[in-house]
C-alpha cells in the first residue's frame, strides 16, 4: 500500500480542502499584513495533517509561514524536516531549511540542507541561488578561520 492509500479517499479531500482555505488566508495575510491570517493559515494546514497525515505540502506550507510570516523557527524546521521524511526526493524543503539556517545563525546545517537542493533541484533560478548561498556561506566561514 502507498503512503496516499493509508488514507482514505474522504480524509484526502478534506485535507486539501483544509490546505487550500489556508493558502487563502496566508495570501490575505500577505494582502493585509495582519498576522492573525497566518495563525488562521497555520491552523488550517493543521487541520489538513489531521486529516491525512501523509500530506507533506500541508507540513511545506505550515513550516514556510511558520518561519516567515510568524518567526517560529525550531517549529518550521520541525515541520519542514517532516515533509522531507515524507517526500525525500521534494527539493523545496531542503531550500528553505537552508535559508532558515542560514538567517538563523547555523551556517553548517545551512551548507548541508542548501547542498542537498542543489542536488535534487532542477536548473533554473532557485538552484542558482543556492549555489550562491553555498559559496557566501564558505565565504563567510573562510574569513571566520572556520574551515
Known amino acids: 500500500m502507498t503512503r496516499s492509500q493509508t488514507t482514505a479517499l474522504p480524509g484526502r479531500l478534506w485535507a486539501r480542502w ?15 499584513h495582519d498576522r492573525s491570517f497566518y495563525r488562521g ?3 488550517s494546514f493543521q487541520r489538513a495533517i489531521r486529516c491525512w497525515p501523509e500530506f ?16 517560529e523557527y525550531a517549529a518550521a524546521i520541525a515541520d519542514l524536516e517532516r515533509a522531507s521524511v515524507l517526500r525525500p526526493e521534494w527539493p523545496e524543503p531542503y531550500l528553505q531549511r537552508g535559508l532558515f539556517h542560514r538567517f538563523n545563525g547555523t551556517p553548517s546545517q545551512a551548507l548541508a540542507e542548501l547542498g542537498r ?16 548561498q ?10 571566520d578561520g572556520v574551515v
Open 18 to 32: 483544509w490546505y487550500l482555505w489556508g493558502l487563502s488566508l496566508c495570501y490575505i495575510g500577505n494582502s493585509s
Open 41 to 43: 493559515g497555520v491552523s
Open 56 to 71: 507533506a505540502p500541508a507540513y511545506y506550507q505550515r513550516g514556510l509561514i511558520r518561519g516567515r510570516e510568524l518567526g
Open 117 to 132: 537542493f542543489v542536488e535534487l533541484a532542477p536548473p533554473g533560478y532557485w538552484r542558482d541561488e543556492a549555489s550562491r
Open 134 to 143: 553555498i559559496a557566501a556561506i564558505e565565504g563567510e566561514s573562510a574569513a
